[in-house]
RNA sequence: GGCGACGUACCCAAGUGGUAAGGGAGAGGUCUGCAAAACCUUUAUUCAGCGGUUCGAAUCCGCUCGUCGCCUCCA
C-alpha cells in the first residue's frame, strides 16, 4: 500500500516518497500570538498532528518544524495597546498556545523557532533576493518582492496574475509598490513601530510575513524539503509568496507536497468576530465539552472538508468516546482463560489493514474511524457470546492503541475500574449491594441514583456490579 | 469580473464506474428485578434537479438550481 496526498500544487493525490529515505522534514505554519487561537486554528493544528502521527506510525522519522509569528503588524499594535512590550505580551499567547496543544494532546514538533530570533537569516535572504534582481527598495524605504520577475509566480494557487482583481482588500495606495501584487519582505520603521525594530544593512525596520516561514523553513530543514502544510487560506498570497522568495534565493525547488486544511465553520457559518462565534478552547470547556471530544470531531471529517462545530455536532463526539472508553474497560475485564482464537488474530489483521488503506488515502480519517467502531461492534459481539479470551482481548487492546498513536484520543488512558474509591463510596456499593440481595430494590434504586449524583455511574453485570465515573479521567500511564 | 470547491438519511459523515461505510438521534426486540452497557432488527430502491455516455452512474460528461471559498499579510 501506498501512502498518498492530495497536493495542491497539482490538485492531485500523489504518491509520497520522501527526499532522504525513511525521515520526513515538514513544515506547519504556526500561530501568531497576538490573541487567543480559536478551535478554527486548532482544526489545522490538529490536521497537521495526525500528519505527523500517522507517518510515525508508517515507520518515518518526523522533522516538524512550526513557527510562532511573534512579530507582525497586529503584535505591534496590541501590544502598544496594552502598554507592554512586545516580548512580554507574545510570550502570553505562545504560553497560552502550549497549554492547549497539550489539552488536545498534539505532540510536541521538532522546532518552534520565534520569528525575532531569525531576523539575521531573513536579512540575509532579503540582501540574496535584491542582488539577484528579485526585490527593489521603494521610495518608502521598504523593499518589495517584484513578481513580475518571478515566473511561476501563481502556480501554487493556479491563478494567473493578470486576472488578479487588483485592490480587491487592500488600498491601493497602501504601499509604495511598483505593482499592487509586490508584497513586503522588509518594512522600514515608522513612527507607530515604537520600540520595535533592528538596524541592519537594509536599513532600520523589521520582516514583513512571508520571509520568516522562507527562512526558518530552510534553516532547519534545508532548501528543498518535503510537506509545507496550513489552512487554506494561506495558500495564497502566503505560501505562493514563500515559494518565489525560497526558490529565488536557492535555485532549487523548495517544498515536494504542498497540504491544506479546510477551515472549521460554527454552525454551518464562517467564524468571525462579528457574529461572535469564534470559539477558544476555554469556551469550549465552558460550553462542557471536553477537548478530547473537540479533537474527535476534527479527525470524523476529512482534513480537506469544512467541519462544522455545532452543540449536535459535538454532543455526538463526546458519545461517541464514551462508547470507546466504555469498550476497553469491557475489554480489560475479561478474565477468560485459554489459547487465543485464530479468528480474533484474523480479524485484527484484516481491519489493521483497513485502518492503514483509509490513512494511506490522503489521511482518510473519518474511514478509519468508521474501521474502528466496526472493530468495536465486532468484537462486542464476541465478548456478548462469551468467545473473548484475555489474551484476544489483549491482541485488540493492542491493536487500538497502536491506532489511537494516531488518532490521539487518549485510549490508552482510560482509567481502569480497579482504581481506588473514596471510602463511603465504597461503603454505599456495598450496602447496595446488601440491598439488592434482600430484594430490596427500592433500597438498591436509591443508592444507585444517589451515587450517580456523586459522578459514580453503576452497571450490574453477569459478573458483578460494575462502576464508572460520569466524567472520565484519564490517568498518565503512557 | 477571474479561479475553484461543495450539495449523500432527522443530524454529522465515508464512498469517484459494479449496485449506498461509520457515529449520533429515533423506533422495536434480546438480556436485566429495574436501569445502564452490550447485541440484533429497523430508519436513503437512493445520492440537489434535468439530460447524456455506459451492460451498469452517487461516482464520468453537459446544463440548471443552491451553498461556499480565494483573488495581496485570516488556520
Redesign the pocket.
Known sequence: MALRFFNTLSREKEEFTPLSQGTVRMYT?G??VYNYAHI??Y??YAFEDLLRRYLKFKGFRVVQVMNITDI??KTIRDSQAEGISLAEFTGRYTEAFFQDLDSLFMERAEHYPRATEHVPEMVAIIEDLMQKGYAYKGEDQCIYYD?SKFKDYGNL?????E????????AHDEYEKEH??D??LW?AWDEQDGPVFWETSLGKGRP??HIECSAMSMKYLGGSFDIHT?????????HQNEIAQSEAHTGCPFVRYWLH?E??IVDGR??SKSLGNTYTLREVREQGFSPLALRYLYI???YR????Y?Q??M??SE??LV?LR?FLV?LSDISKGGPPSKEIEGLTKARNDSFAEAMD?DL?S??A??VL??L??EV??D??KELLTREDASRVRDLIFSWDNVLGLQLSRVAPSDEMLPHEIEALMEKRKEA?RRRD?NE??AIRDELKKRGV?????PAGTRWKKAEPTLVDNK
Open positions: 505554519c500561530p501568531t478554527g486554528n482544526r489545522t507582525d503588524d513578481i494557487a493556479h491563478m494567473v496574475v486576472d488578479l482583481k487588483i485592490g480587491a482588500r487592500v499592487a501584487g508584497f513586503a518594512k514583513g510575513w496550513g489552512g487554506v487560506d494561506n495558500i495564497f498570497p502566503h486544511a477551515h472549521l464562517k467564524m470524523s471529517s476529512h472538508s469544512r467541519v462544522n455545532t449536535e455536532s454532543e455526538a458519545k461517541a462508547r466504555d469491557r488515502d482518510n473519518p474511514q474511524v468508521a467502531f466496526e468495536v461492534r462486542n459481539t465478548i456478548d439488592r430494590w438498591a434504586d455511574l453503576l452497571e450490574d453485570g
